[in-house]
C-alpha cells in the first residue's frame, strides 16, 4: 500500500521559512519523480516544484529562487524548503510521486503565511 504524509505546515510571518516533509512508503521510491503542488481557497492546484529521479528540477516562476526541493532516497523522503515567505504562498501543499502512468498524493499540510 503506498502512502505519502506531508508534514512541517504551520502559521509562519511574511518573510518567514518553512520546510515540508514528505515520507513515502510502500514504493520503490528511487525511481519516482517527485513534486510538489499546492491549492489555495478559490483556486485550481498548481505545480509548485519538481524533482525527477534523474534530479532535473522545476520551479514555478512564483516561487523560483525562494524554494528548493529535494529528497533523499535513503530515507524515502521529500522536502520542500520555503523562504522569504510571502502571503500569496498561502495553501494546502500537497506531495506526489509519479512513475510512468501511476501517481500518488499525499493529504496535504496547510501553509498559512501572515502576520
Known amino acids: 500500500q503506498v502512502q505519502l504524509v506531508e508534514s512541517g505546515g504551520g502559521l509562519v510571518q511574511p518573510g518567514g521559512s518553512l520546510r515540508l516533509s514528505c515520507q513515502a512508503s510502500g514504493i520503490t521510491f528511487s525511481i519516482f519523480g517527485m513534486d510538489w503542488h499546492r491549492q489555495a481557497p478559490g483556486k485550481q492546484r498548481e505545480l509548485v516544484a519538481s524533482l525527477s529521479s534523474g534530479g532535473v528540477t522545476y520551479y514555478a516562476d512564483s516561487v523560483k529562487g525562494r524554494f528548493i526541493v529535494s529528497r533523499d532516497n535513503a530515507k524515502n523522503m521529500i522536502y520542500l524548503q520555503m523562504n522569504s515567505l510571502k502571503p500569496e504562498d498561502t495553501a494546502v501543499y500537497y506531495c506526489?510521486?509519479?512513475?510512468?502512468?501511476?501517481?500518488?498524493w499525499g493529504q496535504g499540510t496547510q501553509v498559512t503565511v501572515s502576520s
Open positions: 506526489n510521486v509519479y512513475w510512468g502512468i501511476s501517481s500518488f
